[in-house]
């Protein structure tokens, strides 16, 4: 009598793989995406830092420095490429291909997303060390900073999901990205100011990032508002995974 066994079903870790590096693949051979993904992040950072070193000096200024550029690699890196992304893999019902399978949504949305983040905090190491060789100040608690920098990825990462939801197509998330970008920037400065508002801003994505940051640099010392920052931080990535895991949209209109 012949005994029929069965070929475990793949795990969680693996279909994570394969659709990531399914997605790595689209990714290098789409222009339009290896640019804004790659090249243009990348780009943007050097021209940062080349027209804000001399000014930008000390433990401050290095805060400073490296808090636009970490803002200018993500959100056109992970941000901008994870709305588009997603738009455009519904608008071609591959998210409803995807879906149909075994893959939970969970494991869907971290095989699209991983390599988009995993790009670009290679761009970003890339860039510290550049930074550390033309001899910008390195911070007193990287472990705060490179904090700072995983929990802005991901707020990007979860953000893009949500965003996308609303992305019609490839072409309006030029549009629709444009309210989260101003207000990720806008409140980034909004917190340098003496204002009487400082905790107000503390409480946005670019306030909660400048916190830690001038933290991470020494600047600020480890105290309340801090361990504030984290948590609120923390919770500008959780709110739109919530929002995006219950609106999401696996096919087009």
């Excluded at 990531?20 to 640019?35: D, G, P």
């Excluded at 996308?164 to 970008?181: E, G, R, V």
């Amino acid at each position: 009598m012949t005994t029929l066994t069965h070929a475990p079903s793949p795990s969680a870790a693996t279909r994570i793989g394969a659709i990531a590096l399914m997605e790595l693949r689209i990714i290098f051979r789409n222009k339009t995406v290896l640019t804004g993904a790659v090249l243009m992040p990348v780009a943007m950072a050097v021209y940062m830092f080349y027209i804000g070193a001399d000014q930008m000096t000390g433990p401050s200024g290095a805060a400073v420095l490296a808090g636009l550029t970490l803002m200018i690699v993500a959100l056109l890196g992970v941000y901008l490429t994870a709305t588009t992304t997603l738009a455009t893999r519904r608008q071609e019902l591959f998210l409803k291909r995807l879906r149909s399978g075994e893959s939970s949504d969970t494991v869907i949305w971290l095989g699209m997303l991983t390599p988009i983040v995993a790009l670009v905090a290679a761009q970003l190491a890339i860039v510290a060390a550049g930074f550390g060789i033309a001899g910008v100040d390195v911070p007193a608690r990287p472990l705060v900073v490179v904090g700072a920098v995983l929990g802005f990825l991901a707020l990007c990462a979860t953000t893009g999901m949500l965003t996308s939801i609303y992305t019609p197509s490839a072409a309006a998330a030029q549009i629709t990205t444009l309210p989260f970008l101003v207000a990720v920037i806008g409140s980034f400065f909004w917190t340098a100011f003496d204002d009487g508002f400082e905790m107000v801003s503390r409480l946005t994505p670019g306030g909660a990032l400048q916190n830690l940051l001038m933290a991470g640099w020494g600047v600020e010392a480890l105290d309340a508002s801090v361990a504030g920052a984290g948590v609120v931080l923390l919770a500008w990535v959780v709110l739109p995974y919530l929002i995006a895991a219950k609106r999401f949209r696996w096919e087009k209109r």
